[in-house]
């Protein structure tokens, strides 16, 4: 793990921490923020709900993963405004997010990215035409129903990390080995 936590800093993450998978619970209510359709992506995006699995279909997953990483991305702000450096902020996550989930794929098959947000690889979504890059898309932990804060929590991560600052979080999970 302590290779992956270098790796993940390397790539420019402000965070990295092991995460224990079985810390994480799936939890409808969760998923039903995603349903309020809030970002306009709920049945628009294939890595969305529902087209990202039924809860149980998600949680029978996390329960084949033996370890975790979960990653931040932390931004200052000016201001509560300040609207540019949260944008700059979030491109830097998406970026990041996207390099070490491809180095992550080719060293460890199997491996489970949820960003935060939705994918956004392509600049829309193909849905309802088939995923452009189904071997690169990722879901988003919440809609996985993973609480994000939980998830901070059970790495020993900051999920807030005061005033004028912003925080995008993302685990990576591995398969038990056997």
Request: with cysteine.
């Given at each position: 793990m302590k290779e992956r936590i270098e790796l993940a800093l390397a790539q420019g993450f402000t965070c990295a921490a092991a995460l224990d998978p079985?810390?994480?619970?799936?939890?409808?209510?969760?998923?039903?923020?995603?349903?309020?359709?809030?970002?306009?992506?709920?049945?628009?995006?294939?890595?969305c709900p529902p087209h990202c699995g039924f809860l149980e279909e998600c949680a029978a997953r996390l329960g084949e993963m033996g370890s975790g990483l979960l990653v931040q991305t932390v931004g200052q702000l000016e201001d509560s405004f300040d609207f540019e450096a949260m944008a700059e902020t979030e491109k830097r996550h998406l970026e990041h997010f996207h390099a070490l989930a491809d180095l992550l794929?080719?060293?460890?098959?199997?491996v489970l990215c949820l960003g935060s947000g939705g994918c956004r690889l392509c600049k829309s979504c193909a849905y309802p035409e088939p995923c452009r890059f189904p071997e690169r898309a990722c879901s988003s932990m919440e809609g996985w129903g993973l609480l994000v804060n939980d998830a901070?929590?059970?790495?020993?991560?900051?999920?807030?990390?005061g005033k004028n600052?912003?925080?995008?979080?993302?685990?990576?999970?591995?398969?038990?080995?056997?």
């Amino acid at each position: 793990m302590k290779e992956r936590i270098e790796l993940a800093l390397a790539q420019g993450f402000t965070c990295a921490a092991a995460l224990d998978p079985g810390a994480l619970a799936v939890r409808a209510e969760v998923r039903d923020m995603c349903a309020a359709d809030k970002c306009r992506a709920y049945g628009r995006n294939w890595t969305c709900p529902p087209h990202c699995g039924f809860l149980e279909e998600c949680a029978a997953r996390l329960g084949e993963m033996g370890s975790g990483l979960l990653v931040q991305t932390v931004g200052q702000l000016e201001d509560s405004f300040d609207f540019e450096a949260m944008a700059e902020t979030e491109k830097r996550h998406l970026e990041h997010f996207h390099a070490l989930a491809d180095l992550l794929r080719e060293k460890c098959p199997g491996v489970l990215c949820l960003g935060s947000g939705g994918c956004r690889l392509c600049k829309s979504c193909a849905y309802p035409e088939p995923c452009r890059f189904p071997e690169r898309a990722c879901s988003s932990m919440e809609g996985w129903g993973l609480l994000v804060n939980d998830a901070c929590q059970a790495a020993g991560v900051p999920y807030y990390h005061g005033k004028n600052t912003l925080a995008y979080t993302a685990c990576y999970l591995f398969p038990r080995v056997s």
